[in-house]
């Protein structure tokens, strides 16, 4: 069975960076898909960020474009999220979450009922 762990959030002023990790213990990352998302309280949790598991596409919510990148490192099994130039509207939990092996569909990539495991979530906090 798969866990992910999330670090890296905290307490950022407006401008300032961020860069979450998230670290699977169980199996490798190699065939699975890899997202960020995030939530406030009240709201849905929104799409953020994904990587493909073939490697070769990244896609991202439009109000992050620019300023997050997200990116996978085999070696340490992690997936990173470096956030820049960041905003109080980001402000928010994040949550890291991996596909069942060779899943989705570039389609479907920031559709949440593709992604079956989660990890905690990480407080991000942007001050204004």
């Known amino acids: 069975q798969v866990q992910l762990l999330e670090s890296g959030g905290g307490l950022v002023q407006a401008g300032g960076s961020l860069r979450l990790s998230c670290t699977a213990s169980g199996r490798s990352f190699s065939s699975h898909s890899m997202a960020w998302f995030r939530q406030v309280p009240g709201k849905e949790r929104e799409f953020v960020a994904a990587?493909?598991?073939?490697?070769?596409?990244?896609y991202y919510v439009d109000s992050v474009k620019g300023r997050f990148s997200i990116s996978r490192d085999s070696a340490k099994n992690t997936v990173n999220l470096q956030m820049n130039n960041l905003k109080p509207e980001d402000t928010a939990v994040y949550y890291c979450?991996?596909?069942?092996?060779?899943?989705?569909?570039?389609?479907?990539?920031?559709?949440?009922?593709?992604?079956?495991?989660w990890g905690q979530g990480t407080q991000v906090t942007v001050s204004s």
């Open positions: 990587l493909h598991w073939t490697g070769g596409l990244t």
């Open positions: 979450a991996t596909t069942p092996a060779l899943r989705p569909s570039k389609a479907t990539l920031s559709d949440y009922d593709e992604y079956g495991t």
